[in-house]
């Protein structure tokens, strides 16, 4: 299997702050590669690296074998990218966004067209076609900045948080796409905050967090590092934050930590450990007002590694 993608050692500053930090990892044919982490994990910057958008400090990306640079114009052809902000003129029509786009690919002709319709019919807009994008919905627009990636048929797809703020049914759409592109050998970089959409697309997940990639691996191999734990999550009234010392002694929980107006308790025993856990709230006047348990999952996984949610 040859590789498609090798990012080495990226490292990128602004002013005082280190965005990314030493990055390391390569993406082979046909494998859809996810970057998932929280918003200001460094996943765009290390996303505008790999696109040659950005010039690393250190470090360097080789796509296809070619390194990547800001003027690498031929090693750009073998990159589709989806960036986060929607790249549409908003006046034309959906299809005349596609062919400018396309002739800057360098297409033309019978071909330019033929691969318009192709794009349109795969992200499902071909009868809408002939409409301008300023009446497109949010999920639409998006659809459409994908099939722009897609022209000139690229041996790498890059999508930057493609479903952030859209309704779910165009998320839902957007998914079941890029698994059919996944499904045809298109090889894929995707990044996201949303650790479902990692764990239902991608054979490999690199975590990031501050700049820095904390774990890599499949997802199997992500869960691991957790072992057999379950998650309880907890959200509670009265809680003492003193209490956490006391659910900490209990046998089956090996970790507590506050998340939003609750807890998340970590137990290889959820349910041994939930009779200790509402005794001990008993004795203190605390009230459970709901209870979930969950199995290992990505989101586990980065809650063990910084002490953080995802989403915090």
């Not at 966004?97 to 800057?104: E, I, V």
């Not at 650790?195 to 990031?208: G, H, K, N, Q, W």
């Not at 499949?218 to 734990?229: D, K, N, S, W």
């Not at 939930?274 to 005794?279: K, V, Y």
Request: aromatic share 6%.
């Amino acid at each position: 299997m040859s590789t498609v993608l090798q990012v080495s050692r990226l490292s990128k500053s602004f002013q005082q702050l280190q965005a990314v930090k030493e990055v390391s990892f390569s993406v082979q044919a046909g494998e859809a590669f996810g970057l998932l982490g929280p918003n200001g994990a460094g996943k765009s910057t290390t996303i505008g690296m790999i696109t040659g958008l950005l010039r690393p400090d250190v470090g360097e990306v080789f796509v296809c074998g070619e390194k990547m640079a800001l003027d690498a114009h031929r090693t750009k052809q073998y990159l589709g990218y989806v960036p986060q902000e929607v790249a549409l003129y908003p006046d034309l029509t959906a299809r005349e966004n596609l062919m400018f786009w396309g002739r800057l690919y360098g297409l033309s002709g019978t071909h330019l067209q033929a691969r318009v319709a192709a794009v349109l019919e795969l992200v499902g807009l071909a009868d809408r076609a002939g409409h301008r994008v300023a009446t497109y919905s949010g999920g639409m627009k998006r659809r459409i900045n994908i099939a722009a990636a897609l022209l000139h048929e690229p041996r790498l797809l890059v999508m930057d948080e493609p479903t952030v703020g859209i309704d779910a049914q165009s998320r839902s759409h957007i998914l079941e796409t890029v698994k059919e592109l996944n499904r045809q050998g298109l090889t894929i970089v995707y990044t996201s905050h949303y650790m479902e959409e990692v764990e239902l697309l991608c054979d490999r997940v690199a975590i990031m967090d501050q700049g820095s990639i904390i774990a890599l691996g499949t997802v199997a191999e992500l869960r691991q590092i957790v072992g057999e734990e379950s998650q309880i999550t907890m959200q509670l009234q009265n809680w003492q934050a003193d209490l956490a010392d006391q659910l900490l002694a209990l046998p089956t929980v090996t970790r507590v930590t506050a998340q939003g107006g609750g807890l998340a308790i970590a137990s290889s025993n959820p349910s041994l450990a939930l009779g200790s856990i509402a005794s001990v709230f008993a004795e203190h006047d605390v009230i459970m007002r709901s209870v979930e348990i969950t199995e290992p999952t990505l989101e586990t996984v980065f809650l063990h590694l910084t002490g953080r949610a995802l989403r915090d």
